[in-house]
Nanobody, 120 residues
Framework: VQLQASGGGLVQAGGSLRLSCAAS????????MGWYRQAPGKQRELVADTSSGGRINYADSVKGRFTISRDNAKNTVYLQMNSLKPGDTAVYYCNAAVRSGPLYVEYTYWGQGTEVTVSS
């Protein structure tokens, strides 16, 4: 299973970006999908995640500005980021909890990361 993240870039404060993360490979089902970020010198932190049942969770720092969504038919999760701030600058990683078959245990896979830089 591979996760391919895209959509990062350089944007001015107040701007918007949309990240995408597509899962491919041997996929039977996907439970949770989410986005994390890691700023220089800091630990990786949860940005937002969503379960297969539709539960959504956001970090307090992004509530009201970021929106997570997923297209189950495409095994893809998105992160719409609006009103970006310099503090949002980080490498953004997606993950997905995947079962590769009906008898397989669930395993969490990670994407390679996409860099977001917000200039002031």
């Amino acid at each position: 299973v591979q996760l391919q993240a895209s959509g990062g870039g350089l944007v001015q404060a107040g701007g918007s970006l949309r990240l995408s993360c597509a899962a491919s490979g041997r996929i039977f089902s996907i439970n949770g999908m989410g986005w994390y970020r890691q700023a220089p010198g800091k630990q990786r932190e949860l940005v937002a995640d969503t379960s297969s049942g539709g539960r959504i969770n956001y970090a307090d720092s992004v509530k009201g500005r970021f929106t997570i969504s997923r297209d189950n038919a495409k095994n893809t999760v998105y992160l719409q980021m609006n009103s970006l701030k310099p503090g949002d600058t980080a490498v953004y990683y997606c993950n997905a909890a995947v079962r590769s078959g009906p008898l397989y245990v669930e395993y969490t896979y990670w994407g390679q990361g996409t860099e977001v830089t917000v200039s002031s």
